[in-house]
């Protein structure tokens, strides 16, 4: 149903905009060369979450020589560029400033030989394993896109570059921080992703929820320590941890309606020193997916009920059980999926407009709905299709996003991205009227 009414309005689009098209790729195809030394800079020079500051600093002074007025430290190093041209609707586009703790092994002539300490102390490579470099790219151009072609649009683009993406709290911290109060409440908000499987040229589009509701899980499990050889004398940690870690198998599969999506994977489990020594405790850490939030609440509730009743089957002290770094699923705005899908069709092509599954990873562009806006987030191919059809061919995997090998075909998915967001903008901003 969705996609027919899509359909007949991409054909009412692209005869209204037509001319803007044409002269949408002229520009993409100059612009992508000049904005290659930006990308290579920011690929070169990643930072971690929360530690964007000279990404940041990069970001406003490029959103300043575009024209825009720019706000600079919104919840951290958060930036904000506005372009008002007269009146109409204030649309913002996002993306997104930090990397992550990954040694890069793309042998890219420009390959990031940074290094960090990540959280845990470690000593770590960083690199912009997750696009965000080329998002900020796209940004860039979009915002000089529209400095460009007033005459194309009005009311205010509102360009927010958000900080700390990957901790999944960089935008709650912005909105916390005054974005949609001290400077203007946006209709519409939209975003891109890079996508890790999808060719070049493409983009792909899903109305409702497109990733997960995420949340990280710490449990202590308390026991009785003690020696190896007297179990009588203990509370063992171990084993009660080994009985949670089956009984929280069954939640998902016995108490989640199968037409729900959830998920429960205990990462890491550490517990004890030495074979003969019966500890006191055993730490395990759980990620949590889902998309409802009925299914988010009834899997926290669950997961605590099962980690209380086995401290008490074992006659164990209490467990203690956090819940940390939770990020909301997104939830694409039909009406405003609808409004702008014809848009990219309208300049790609149908066949280059793909409908997508949802993915159970998360992502933080839901805050900005919750905070009152609905928001479209798209995928943006960035793969070689020969890749992909040599990939296919060998039977190996291509790297996936957070991989050490992923490297986006730059040039083409760039340019594919700038005439997809822009588009996008145009779309929701009526043209002025002559
Ligand atoms: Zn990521
Ligand atoms: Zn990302």
């Known amino acids: 149903m969705l996609r027919c009414l899509?359909?007949?309005?991409?054909?009412?689009?692209l005869a209204a905009s037509g001319a803007r098209a044409a002269d949408v790729h002229a520009w993409a195809d100059a612009e992508v060369e000049r904005l290659i030394p930006l990308y290579e800079h920011l690929h070169q020079n990643p930072e971690l979450s929360f530690e964007e500051r000279e990404t940041a600093r990069r970001i406003a002074d490029e959103l300043q020589a575009a024209g825009c007025e720019v706000t600079t430290g919104v919840g951290g190093h958060g930036v904000v560029g506005l372009l008002k041209n007269g009146n109409g609707p204030t649309v913002m586009f996002r993306c997104d400033l930090d990397a992550l703790p990954v040694a890069e092994?793309?042998?890219?002539?420009?390959a990031s030989t940074k290094t960090a300490v990540a959280a845990g102390g470690a000593e770590s490579g960083l690199m912009h394993a997750c696009g965000h470099d080329l998002h900020m790219t796209n940004f860039i151009g979009v915002a000089r896109?529209?400095?460009?072609?007033?005459?194309?649009?009005?009311?205010?683009?509102?360009?927010?570059?958000q900080p700390a993406e990957e901790r999944g709290n960089g935008a709650q911290r912005m909105?916390?921080?005054?974005?949609?109060?001290?400077?203007?409440?946006?209709?519409?908000?939209?975003?891109?992703h890079c996508d890790s499987s999808m060719a070049t040229g493409r983009v792909g589009w899903r109305a409702g929820y497109v990733c997960a509701n995420t949340d990280s899980c710490d449990i202590v499990v308390r026991g009785r320590g003690g020696h190896g050889s007297r179990p009588e004398g203990c509370i063992d940690p171990i084993v009660q941890a080994a009985q949670l870690v089956l009984d929280l198998q069954t939640i998902v599969s016995r108490e989640i309606s199968p037409f729900e999506p959830a998920v429960i994977t205990v990462g890491s489990?550490?517990?004890?020193?030495?074979?003969?020594?019966i500890s006191d405790e055993c730490r395990l850490q759980l990620t949590i997916r889902s998309y409802d939030p009925a299914v988010r609440d009834r899997l926290h509730e669950s997961i605590r009920?099962?980690?209380?009743?086995?401290?008490?089957s074992f006659g164990a002290p209490e467990p203690t059980v956090t819940f940390d770094e939770g990020t909301p699923a997104v939830f694409n705005d039909e009406g405003l999926v609808m409004r702008v899908v014809p848009s990219f069709e309208a300049v790609l092509g149908e066949e280059n407009v793909l409908p997508v599954e949802p993915v159970m990873g998360g992502e933080d562009f839901s805050f900005y709905s919750l905070a009152g806006v609905p928001v479209?987030?798209?995928?943006?191919?960035?793969?070689?299709?020969?890749?992909?059809e040599a990939a296919r061919r060998e039977g190996r995997p291509l790297p996936?996003?957070?991989?050490?090998?992923?490297?986006?075909?730059?040039?083409p998915a760039l340019r594919t991205g700038l005439v997809a967001s822009t588009q996008a903008l145009l779309s929701l901003m009526p043209p002025r009227v002559e």
């Open 6 to 13: 899509v359909a007949v309005t991409a054909c009412v689009i």
């Open 105 to 110: 092994e793309t042998g890219l002539p420009f």
């Open 145 to 161: 896109f529209l400095a460009a072609h007033r005459h194309d649009w009005t009311g205010t683009a509102m360009l927010v570059a």
């Open 175 to 192: 909105i916390e921080d005054g974005l949609f109060t001290r400077l203007p409440k946006p209709q519409f908000a939209l975003a891109l």
């Open 269 to 277: 489990i550490h517990g004890g020193s030495k074979h003969n020594i």
């Open 305 to 312: 009920r099962k980690a209380f009743a086995v401290a008490e």
């Open 376 to 388: 479209f987030m798209f995928r943006l191919g960035t793969v070689n299709p020969d890749e992909i």
């Open 400 to 411: 996936t996003l957070h991989s050490a090998k992923y490297a986006p075909d730059v040039r």
